[in-house]
């Protein structure tokens, strides 16, 4: 494991001390009262039971067969949760809720130009229905992956349902990456089916995202036999399809009304893959199984996001990562719940867009991003003190750590501070939320996630694998397995292993990637990645993924990327001799981030320096760098090869 990180000096802000018990705020005592998760018994429950005590998340579901042993962990870390059981997760997410239920809204849209649409679960089921039947007419077939490259569109959750009635795995690529990206994601993949729309809105233009398509297909080395098209902006553009393209719409209509029997699924089977950074620049496949996944997602949106089927609840994450896939699509719809699914974006057209959407559905549970309430606390808390938002029962927050001055904005002006705010900590590769505190049951400390949940054993550990004291930097590891972990990478069990496993005296560790300390209480606090993944703006991505970019670029001779305190991204560049680090060099770096990963990746900042801080054996401080750009204090730099390099980039970085 790097060592980098590890220092203590990683802060999570300003004012992030760690808190002492004083400062913790008991759960309201109203929302105690009604809580799906009040009695701290369950605790007790799972550590006495161990993996059976995960029976209580599988129960939430239905099963096709019944699974008779709870984990099968003979390989470990080929761990196998409820092995003999099989269902269907587009079964479980609507066609059970069809009897009580089916015209209750399951998802309320909202569009970029105000565009509204519902669908009831019987709405969802017709045209999950009918695309399944049309994918199979084209094809489709059991465990064939299907890439879906698509905006926050309602076609987007019903094709992901679609996909799994019929056993086809999705590889949903979020919307916003390019061409490149996404064609690296279909080989990597093995994907030979698409689905994706001719363009979508950003702010006021039509966007053309057929073209960013068949670029992609341009450039992978596999075949795409058939890509389904959504007509998302009417008039407003218009693609040409070619032989093996077909319209979404023509494909729904042409199968409307027909009934596809979801196919059983074995627990183990996979569900989904899931791009994400990690420790090298290639993106790895993250796969999750069908029925851990779906157990723990289900669980946990219940017992800490407490939500019920009469809720009208938002994620505002994009589907395009995982929380959308958790926490935004499978968990709501397999309670049987309203979800809010908003295309736009939260300033347009006016700051107040998130907390009129609230207003107007009257939301209860609301789940969203540090990065987003530091937007909003920067906007102002007029806006959403102008609205009447006493719907809110619950505020969650996820993605990085949120300082408990954002915390304690978050719950006054949004939660009219009455009402928990829990900060949950999860992965990609955890598929679920793992840390964080039980509404009704455990007292919140702002700027600390909380607690493992039952079930899951979090230990903060140091290079030995021995606990740390309380207060000391240390690495997070999962000391047992869990039912949402991933099953695998696609790239291979090796890579896996390696990845993210240590074998210790006392079995097998998972290890997150994180840095983290711990209370007296066992109240975590995350300190940040200490490997090559930086966390910005609510997506991930591997430090030398974006600098082997940037260096593609004419003239730029080296990079280092690092995230500052805002979530932004700053480079770092040297330049070859002669080359002039003016306004177009910038643009010509910004595109080439924007070409190959995507728009989200252009860089806030660009700093041009003669040379980058280096060890003496070579190494980028890109540490150091962080320290720099989050404008902190940072150690003796005596032992770099060139410390005179380090004052120099200070002030350049102060005047930018
Ligand atoms: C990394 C995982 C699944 C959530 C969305 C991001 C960081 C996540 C927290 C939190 C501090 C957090 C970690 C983690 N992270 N939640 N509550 N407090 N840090 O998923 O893209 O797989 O990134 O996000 O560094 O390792 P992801």
Known sequence: MDDAGMDGRHSIGDDSAVVSGDDAIDPPESFRDRAVASDAGVYETFEREGPEAWRRAADLLDWERPYETVLDDDDPPFYE????????????????????????LAIRWFGKRGERRSYTYLDLHREMNALAAGLRDLGVGEDDVVTLYLPMIPELPIAMLACA??????????????????????DAADSEYLITCDGYYRREDAFNQKSKADNARLRIDGDLRQTVVVDRLGDALDVSLGDDEHAYESVVDAHDGETVEPVARDATDLLFVMYTSGTTGQ???VEHATGG?????????????????????????????????????????????????????????????????????????????????????KWGSEYPDAHDLSSIRLLGTV???????AWRWYREHVGGDDVPVVDTWWQTET?????????????????TVGPPLPGIDARVVDEDGDPVDPGEPGYLTIAAPWPGMLRGLREGDERYRREYWLEGDDGWRYRTGDGATVDEDGYITILGRVDDVINVRAHRFNTAELESAIVETDGVTEAAVVGDNDGQIVAYVTTRSGVD??????????????RSVGDVARPDRIVFTPELPKTRSGKIMRRLLEDIARGEEFGDV??????????????TVRET
């Open 81 to 104: 949760w409820f092995p003999e059981g099989r269902l269907n997760a587009a079964a479980n997410c609507v066609d059970r809720h069809l009897d009580h239920r089916r015209n209750q």
């Open 283 to 285: 993106p790895k496949g």
């Open 581 to 594: 680090t003016d306004d177009p060099l910038r643009e010509a770096i910004s595109e080439r981030l924007a």
């Open 399 to 405: 993605g990085e750590s949120i300082t408990p001055k």
């Open 293 to 377: 996944y779906l157990s723990q997602v289900a669980w946990t949106t219940r017992n800490v996001l407490d939500v019920r089927p009469d809720d009208t609840y938002w994620c505002a994450a994009d589907i395009g990562w995982i929380t959308g896939h958790s926490y935004g699509v499978y968990g709501p719809l397999a309670l049987g719940t309203t979800t809010v699914l908003y295309e736009g974006s939260p300033d347009y057209p006016d700051r107040d867009r998130v907390w009129d959407l609230i207003e107007r559905n009257a939301v209860s549970v609301f789940y969203t991003s540090p990065t987003a309430i530091r937007s909003f606390m």
């Open 165 to 186: 009635r019929i056993g086809a795995p999705h590889n949903v690529v979020f919307a916003g990456l390019s061409a490149e990206a996404l064609a690296t994601r279909i």
């Open 638 to 651: 005596s032992a770099l090869r060139n410390p005179e390099v380090v004052g120099e980039i200070e002030s």
């Open 431 to 447: 598929g679920a939320i793992a840390l964080a505190t039980l509404p009704g049951i455990s007292p919140m400390k702002p700027g």
